[in-house]
């Protein structure tokens, strides 16, 4: 990293100031990187004319480009520091001026004509074409936040992913709190019951190693708030008048998720007599919603979800939608069973049972035949045993 001095234009001299006055940029400009995953520390020093000089307060004017928002950013500030969040995937490009009034400028606020620029490249390390891709982060019903990610096609086999996150009121940067795994990889994190602030930036990097060396890392930069999906709506009731109107209530989801804060989105299908239907979408941010019921429909179905609404915050994801109700109602009829629908493995099971119960009644009955087979000697000896005898005693 080389600090240069750039020229914006043509100089001018302020015809207020001295004739001997000729300001010059700060000097020593450094970008400093504390392994906050993007959150950096900008330092310079002021130029050595003005090092002595302290009847005069000096300003510095901070510019640096935004590669989220893709624009310049500049702050004025009497400090030789600043930090700034950047994007570390991307050039990091600063540039400072030196600000000078008060007597030595009659009263005057000057700016140096020219500027010290620091242009920092991104790291070269890691195997290419190894970053995750399709990151996307839900705070469920602000309880819960999960981020996810897809690995790249090119990735070596055996690698493992390490997921970091950073945000102000942490020290140092921490590591995913529970992985969520998938395949034996790691495709996501969980982190419950690790609260993270909302309106604060959350820095999240991905690296990792693999077999041919380290893995190309991503860097993320996120408010949770920004990432809200809220919880299905479960209570809806739908009810008519007699005047022809269909009036749709629902409750709020139980959680975190501040009520004022909800839009909803009502979707009407309306079935006509030739089967076709008819699809409305309407948003509102009450949590009732009456619509006349027209006679040439014969069925009204209704649904409804919700999300965050940009009066709160900058972007949300929808709810599900909740389940549907008609007017009027679907009657479920439970249909009989017929002997072409039974499935194959009912006719197994009862073929099975048939085969026990033949093979108990095989045995049963050769058990009795084995029964009267061994009776059959028992008797005869006896009758033999008392015909010996009642011979021996009339021969007596």
Known sequence: MVASSGATGEKKRNPFAPKTTCLEPPEDLMILDPG???????????????????????????????????????????????????????????????????????????????????????????????????????????????????????????????????????????????????????TGCNFTGKPLPDFTDINICINGSSPHGPLKPTFISLQIQNHVKPETTEKLHLQTHPDGQLELQWERPVGKVPGHCLEWEVERSQEGPDGKIALQKILTEQTSLTLPLLNNYERNCLRVRSKLHKYCVDKSFWSEWSRTTCHPEMKEVTPEPEWDMIPVYVYIAIAIIAILMLTLCMVAVLKVMRSRQEKKPDSLLTSLFARNSVLTVVEA
Not at 120 to 147: A, I, L, S, Y
Request: charge should be neutral; hydrophobic fraction near 30%.
């Open 36 to 186: 906050h995953l993007g959150h950096l520390e900008i330092t310079w020093s002021p130029p050595a004319s003005l090092i002595n000089m302290t009847e005069c307060p000096k300003l510095y004017q901070l510019e640096y480009f935004d590669t989220y928002k893709n624009s310049w950013t500049a702050i004025r500030t009497p400090s030789r520091s600043y930090s700034a969040q950047f994007d570390l995937m991307k050039d990091i490009r600063v540039r400072v001026y030196t600000l000078l009034s008060g007597p030595c400028t009659n009263g005057t606020m000057i700016k140096s004509t020219s500027y010290t620029e620091l242009v920092q490249k991104p790291p070269t390390t890691g195997v290419v074409g190894t970053t995750v891709k399709d990151f996307v982060c839900v705070f469920h019903n602000m309880e819960n936040m999960e981020c996810n990610w897809e690995s790249n096609q090119k990735m070596p086999a055996n690698s493992q992913q390490s997921l970091y996150f950073w945000h102000k009121e942490l020290e140092q940067a921490e590591e995913c709190p529970k992985y969520m795994i998938s395949h034996s990889v790691r």
